[in-house]
């Protein structure tokens, strides 16, 4: 279901789809994506460039802005963390990202952020992964989510809560996998799918696979939401809660782009509007 998606151009990295970042590997920039000067890098407390690493029983903190804590970059960048408490206190501020190809694999992970567009796990482009097992991701912070895809992330085992922010925001092209997972969002849509303008206009579909878990969302919004995109959503045997009994919301994003999506369930039931 998930395995159709080819390798593109990489142009740029944007942190939750805020502030443009230039990290290594990236050879060229476009209107849609242009690369703000003066953010030469992306600062970490743990970090990988074409390389490997292992990280096991440690805390880590950070309160700077514009910084992420775990950082794995360019094909062959992968990190391990196992039995690990990560913390983030700024603004713009990842816990774990991924960009350029890297890989980050996380089991038995502790992940809070607090600051405003900071969200918990972030793959920053088509050629990124995040894998993480029997892990917990909470975000306080404005529009900050447990995860931000443009990438590829599997979650199994897993329990998110995004008490400001959408629980699960899925740009353009990325792909997120939840298998026995629980994702709960307190004020916002639980999941948040959108795109942007290319100069091709070719349709990019951003996925979602929803396997025996559970998916939640805050007062007065809908469980899904989609503008500006195309979006394929699969659900099998979970349990969906919309609170405001708005099963999606499919609409035209700022640039009049329209919004559409393909809902498939499985020994699935569906409530709402």
Known sequence: FFDDFKKGDIVAVLLDGKDAVAVTGVNSTSEETAVKSGSASIDSLISTDGEEKEVCDEEY???????AAVLALNDGGRIDISRVGVNTGGSSSAGIYAAVGG????SQVNLETSGSGSSALVTGDSLSMIDFSDSTLQTSGDKSSCVASSG??????????????????????????LKNASIVCSNESAVEISGYLNDDKKAITSKLMVDNSSLKSGNGSSLIKISGADGSVKMINSNVISESNILAEVKSDENNQGGKLLLYGIGQNFEGD
């Open 103 to 106: 890989a980050v694999y996380g």
């Open 152 to 177: 590829n992330v599997s979650l199994t085992n897993v329990t998110g809560t995004s008490y400001n922010g959408p629980a699960v925001v899925i740009e353009r092209g990325g792909v997120v996998n």
């Open 61 to 67: 903190s950070l309160d700077d802005d514009n910084k």
